[in-house]
């Protein structure tokens, strides 16, 4: 079950003590760096003796083997344990524990000393499997023998007479000798034609190396003549396209200033119109009121008393009607102050409006008039910067080649070039 802890437990009399002896396994989670979510990354085993917990696995067994031998508990607890877990070498260790090692051993030392003196503390099965094997080895080695040895004496030369060749080597080492000294004769002949050679060549050479040094000190001053024209002629035309490409972003840029300027005058216009349509219809709105002002204002009251009740058509008292009469007076009147009221503070509303558009009128068409007026300046301005760039375009570049040819005209050159 994950996240659970599971645990074995086992309570042991131990020489009248009661110990208790618990191993837990459970799931290791973890949160990393960055991350809101909890990440399993393993198990982990926990260890404790009598409640307390033990911090490692070595420290839990030390404390149990303090006890009893762990093999000694698994052959007193598991009836099977020591004729199928237990190796032949553990049993024979654990019978001799029992019976005793009563064997004479310093007899037996004795007896094969060159035999243990060769094993040299090996054990007994090792030692003869090692001998089986070296054993083997050497027996094929041994069948390769006959062979090799019959190959070898075929191979082998007739048996020389060495007093023989001994002469003859006397012999053409003499010789030898002769020659040599007759060769090295004629070296020394030739070295002295050679030396002889040599000085006359130093002296040929080093003429020559004179002359190839003015040659190419002419050769220098020629290329430095073409390349100052050539230098001269390039930084005049690099001064020409930067004139021409700062001509043209001077031009680039009014433009640019000149559309945002058109831009803003357009929106001021769209403004002005908004608003001289907003006062024509405020004056319009006012004449409006106006009319409906005078014409409630001529209003007269209308009524027609009712002289019999309602409900029982008796005749009503001349009291009564008057009252009736007054107090529908009062009503009309009042209804008629209200909307004259109302109709003066809307036509006020209206007049402050249209007061505050006449001011943003005025400014608006002062900033167009400013706008325009810019325009017109910056217009000029390109104009002036485009016929620039024109007359700038108009004069020629140098032509590279063409300076090199009149460079190679000149007088300096042609002198250098006949020298």
């Keep these: 079950m994950h996240r659970a802890e599971h645990f074995v437990e086992v309570a042991l009399d131990v020489d009248g003590s009661a110990q208790t002896l618990r191993r837990t396994y459970r799931e290791i989670w973890s949160k990393p760096r960055g991350s809101s979510d909890l990440r399993f990354v393993g198990h982990e085993s926990a260890f404790a003796v009598n409640g307390v917990e033990v911090g490692t696995k070595a420290a839990y067994d030390k404390i149990i083997s303090e006890w009893i031998n762990d093999n000694v508990f698994r052959m007193l607890t598991d009836p099977m344990y020591f004729n199928t ?12 524990a029992l019976v005793g090692d009563n064997i004479d051993r ?16 090996e054990p007994l099965a090792d030692f003869k499997a090692r001998l089986a094997t070296e054993k083997r080895k050497n027996k094929k080695e041994l069948e390769t023998f006959g062979p090799k040895i019959e190959a070898y004496q075929n191979t082998m030369p007739p048996a020389e007479d060495y007093a023989a060749l001994e002469q003859e ?51 220098k001053s020629l290329s430095d003549h073409i390349d100052a024209r050539l230098t001269a002629a390039r930084r005049y035309n690099s001064d020409r396209d930067a004139a021409i490409m700062d001509a043209q972003a001077k031009a680039d840029s ?15 216009r769209d403004t002005l119109e908004a608003c001289v349509k907003k006062q024509a219809n405020i004056k319009s709105a006012l004449d409006s009121m106006r009319a409906k002002y005078e014409a409630e204002k001529k209003a007269a009251f209308e009524y027609v008393d009712a002289t019999t009740c309602y409900a029982c058509g008796q005749p009503l008292p001349a009291a009564t009607i ?32 249209y007061s505050k558009l006449t001011k943003l009128v005025s400014t608006t068409e002062q900033e167009i008039a400013m706008l325009d007026q810019r325009l017109s300046q910056l217009r000029a301005e390109h104009h002036a910067v485009t016929l620039a760039i024109t007359t ?12 090199e040819e009149q460079a190679k005209l000149s007088s300096e050159y042609r002198k250098l070039s006949d020298e």
């Design 169 to 219: 080597i006397t012999q053409r080492e003499s010789v030898a000798a002769n020659e040599i000294a007759a060769y090295q004769r004629q070296i020394d002949a030739l070295d002295t034609q050679i030396a002889d050679a040599s000085k006359i060549d130093e002296e040929t050479q080093a003429a020559h190396d004179r002359r190839l040094k003015k040659v190419l000190d002419i050769k």
């Design 85 to 96: 877990r237990v190796d032949w070498k553990g049993r024979r260790a654990a019978l001799l």
């Design 106 to 121: 310093t007899a037996i030392q004795a007896q094969f000393a060159d035999l243990l003196a060769e094993m040299n503390g």
């Design 392 to 403: 700038a375009k108009d004069v020629p570049a140098i032509d590279l080649e063409t300076e």
């Design 254 to 268: 009014i433009l640019r200033e000149i559309e945002k300027t058109e831009t803003t005058a357009n929106s001021k």
């Design 322 to 353: 008057e009252e009736a009469r007054r107090a529908a007076r009062e009503s009309f009147e009042k209804h008629q102050r209200e909307i004259l009221d109302k109709l003066i503070a809307d036509a006020n509303l209206e007049k402050d409006t």
